[in-house]
């Protein structure tokens, strides 16, 4: 090759290589991220300074509610990419351009109670749930930042970011923080007009103000909110006409310098059919995910929940047998423990782990981890040595011929399939093979002590 060294261009030779290795890690992050990540999040960074005497790179973003949110998703990624492109880099920094426009800072909350007008009330004024308050709000890893930002923007006087988009899976606590930042906000200033809708009322209210010719007053009404807060807005996204009442609400309620807050059960870039231009303002806001729990927020929940049940006494077993057992959300939680103390106060029986394991057979169940048939071959074949396409095989001699019978069997106990699809994903046999084969196992299980023990830890293995 033909490697013209950097002769006479002193200046560029430092930061050459830095734009050079900058276009190779955008390269990767976007095939890693996705096209739509990257351009809403990612595009906009600008290459800063580089300081060689510290080995501080520093990257730039418009706004900093967008480098915010850059530091929160991708400080680590970018900073191993820029390490191991280049190792005189340490360190990198992720902040605002010095001459970027600063969006969205500084919203003033209304007026104090003292010298508030006449506004609160209006059609739509929120009806609050009461047990969803930000201090019995449990927080841990998978929700510290949804929660900060909600109590940050409800009880600032002035608050760095609007609007604040919080996302996650169902039953993770989204309604729950909606409702405690309505609760927060209206403590510090009862004559705030706040709003709490779900995205499918605003639907219901928006087709139903076209059908009475009355939008201007449905506009006016969201429009005068100090807070608005809209609930799942995945439920608009699609909907064309709907939606963009919806952001055309949205623009005006964030450029007055008015609160909003939505949530939705996935990230903006991951709504369907969402404009980008719209995309990118709700980027000027603080998008934060909330996680599904890990044990020891579980854990925390339950004892948490506990302590406004004082007459159901839980023992420290079971409480660490439903946390571990009941990790799908933080709402099938709470229903398993109203379900002890409801049964608890029929009966007179003490909760323990068969009282508990009888309660909640079926949610338990549901919360198993899924096992697929593929998984159950593989481990049969690995255990007995033999190649995973005998399961699927025709031959019948004995050493592959049992281990296929197991296999069909714990099919049938561990997953949901159906004699048919088992007998299918096993080459095709027919659902009497799988009959005979699961007769013949259970027969085998009573006599030989082995093949019980090996079905038992096979199974403990694809449970765990
Ligand atoms: P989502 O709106 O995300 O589907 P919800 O806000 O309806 O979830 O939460 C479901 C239930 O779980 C609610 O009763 C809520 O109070 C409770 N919950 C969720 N997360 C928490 C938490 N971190 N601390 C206390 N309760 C929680
Ligand atoms: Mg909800």
């Given at each position: 090759?033909?490697?013209?060294?950097?002769?006479?261009?002193?200046?560029?030779?430092?930061?050459?290589?830095?734009?050079?290795?900058?276009?190779?890690?955008?390269?990767?992050?976007?095939?890693?991220?996705?096209?739509?990540?990257?351009?809403?999040?990612?595009?906009?960074?600008?290459?800063?300074?580089?300081?060689?005497?510290?080995?501080?790179?520093?990257?730039?973003?418009?706004?900093?509610?967008?480098?915010?949110?850059?530091?929160?998703?991708?400080?680590?990624?970018?900073?191993?990419?820029?390490?191991?492109?280049?190792?005189?880099?340490?360190?990198?920094?992720?902040?605002?351009?010095?001459?970027?426009?600063?969006?969205?800072?500084?919203?003033?909350?209304?007026?104090?109670?003292?010298?508030?007008?006449?506004?609160?009330?209006?059609?739509?004024?929120?009806?609050?749930?009461?047990?969803?308050?930000?201090?019995?709000?449990?927080?841990?890893?998978?929700?510290?930042?949804?929660?900060?930002?909600?109590?940050?923007?409800?009880?600032?006087?002035?608050?760095?970011?609007?609007?604040?988009?919080?996302?996650?899976?169902?039953?993770?606590?989204?309604?729950?923080?909606?409702?405690?930042?309505?609760?927060?906000?209206?403590?510090?200033?009862?004559?705030?007009?706040?709003?709490?809708?779900?995205?499918?009322?605003?639907?219901?209210?928006?087709?139903?103000?076209?059908?009475?010719?009355?939008?201007?007053?449905?506009?006016?009404?969201?429009?005068?909110?100090?807070?608005?807060?809209?609930?799942?807005?995945?439920?608009?996204?699609?909907?064309?006409?709907?939606?963009?009442?919806?952001?055309?609400?949205?623009?005006?309620?964030?450029?007055?310098?008015?609160?909003?807050?939505?949530?939705?059960?996935?990230?903006?870039?991951?709504?369907?059919?969402?404009?980008?231009?719209?995309?990118?303002?709700?980027?000027?806001?603080?998008?934060?995910?909330?996680?599904?729990?890990?044990?020891?927020?579980?854990?925390?929940?339950?004892?948490?929940?506990?302590?406004?049940?004082?007459?159901?006494?839980?023992?420290?077993?079971?409480?660490?047998?439903?946390?571990?057992?009941?990790?799908?959300?933080?709402?099938?939680?709470?229903?398993?423990?109203?379900?002890?103390?409801?049964?608890a106060a029929m009966t007179s029986r003490v909760i323990d782990l068969d009282f508990v394991s009888e309660?909640?057979?079926?949610?338990?169940?549901?919360?198993?981890?899924?096992?697929?048939?593929?998984?159950?071959?593989?481990?049969?074949?690995?255990?007995?040595?033999?190649?995973?396409?005998?399961?699927?095989?025709?031959?019948?001699?004995?050493?592959?011929?049992?281990?296929?019978?197991?296999?069909?069997?714990?099919?049938?106990?561990?997953?949901?399939?159906?004699?048919?699809?088992?007998?299918?994903?096993?080459?095709?046999?027919?659902?009497?093979?799988?009959?005979?084969?699961?007769?013949?196992?259970?027969?085998?299980?009573?006599?030989?002590?082995?093949?019980?023990?090996?079905?038992?830890?096979?199974?403990?293995?694809?449970?765990?």
């Amino acid at each position: 090759m033909n490697q013209s060294p950097a002769t006479g261009a002193a200046l560029k030779a430092d930061t050459d290589p830095i734009t050079a290795a900058w276009e190779q890690i955008r390269t990767g992050l976007r095939r890693d991220c996705g096209a739509r990540t990257f351009d809403g999040w990612l595009r906009p960074i600008m290459l800063g300074g580089f300081d060689a005497g510290t080995g501080i790179l520093s990257l730039e973003l418009p706004s900093q509610f967008m480098a915010d949110w850059v530091r929160t998703h991708f400080a680590e990624r970018l900073a191993l990419a820029w390490r191991s492109a280049l190792p005189s880099i340490r360190q990198v920094e992720i902040g605002v351009g010095a001459n970027s426009p600063r969006t969205a800072v500084d919203i003033p909350a209304p007026p104090l109670v003292e010298d508030a007008p006449e506004s609160k009330g209006g059609l739509y004024a929120a009806q609050l749930e009461p047990r969803y308050r930000l201090d019995n709000f449990v927080v841990g890893k998978a929700n510290e930042v949804a929660f900060n930002a909600a109590r940050t923007l409800a009880a600032n006087d002035k608050v760095a970011f609007n609007p604040l988009f919080l996302h996650g899976g169902t039953g993770r606590g989204k309604t729950h923080l909606l409702h405690a930042i309505g609760h927060e906000f209206r403590a510090r200033r009862p004559n705030a007009n706040i709003i709490y809708m779900s995205a499918e009322k605003f639907m219901v209210e928006f087709v139903a103000a076209l059908r009475a010719n009355e939008t201007i007053r449905f506009k006016q009404q969201l429009r005068s909110a100090d807070l608005l807060m809209i609930d799942d807005v995945q439920f608009i996204a699609g909907k064309e006409s709907t939606q963009e009442e919806f952001f055309h609400t949205m623009n005006e309620i964030i450029s007055a310098g008015r609160r909003l807050v939505i949530s939705s059960d996935r990230a903006p870039q991951d709504l369907d059919g969402i404009e980008p231009r719209i995309l990118s303002r709700l980027s000027w806001g603080l998008v934060a995910d909330i996680n599904a729990a890990d044990l020891e927020l579980r854990l925390n929940i339950i004892i948490k929940k506990l302590e406004a049940l004082p007459d159901v006494a839980v023992p420290q077993d079971v409480v660490m047998f439903l946390a571990k057992r009941i990790s799908s959300n933080v709402r099938e939680l709470e229903g398993a423990l109203n379900r002890i103390a409801a049964y608890a106060a029929m009966t007179s029986r003490v909760i323990d782990l068969d009282f508990v394991s009888e309660v909640l057979a079926n949610i338990l169940r549901a919360n198993q981890r899924r096992i697929s048939i593929d998984e159950i071959q593989g481990k049969v074949s690995d255990h007995y040595r033999i190649r995973k396409a005998e399961m699927t095989s025709a031959r019948r001699a004995r050493e592959v011929a049992r281990p296929r019978q197991v296999a069909m069997y714990l099919s049938k106990q561990l997953t949901p399939r159906s004699l048919p699809e088992i007998g299918r994903r096993f080459g095709g046999r027919d659902h009497t093979t799988v009959i005979h084969a699961v007769r013949q196992i259970e027969k085998l299980r009573a006599l030989d002590a082995e093949l019980d023990a090996d079905i038992r830890l096979l199974t403990r293995q694809l449970e765990s």
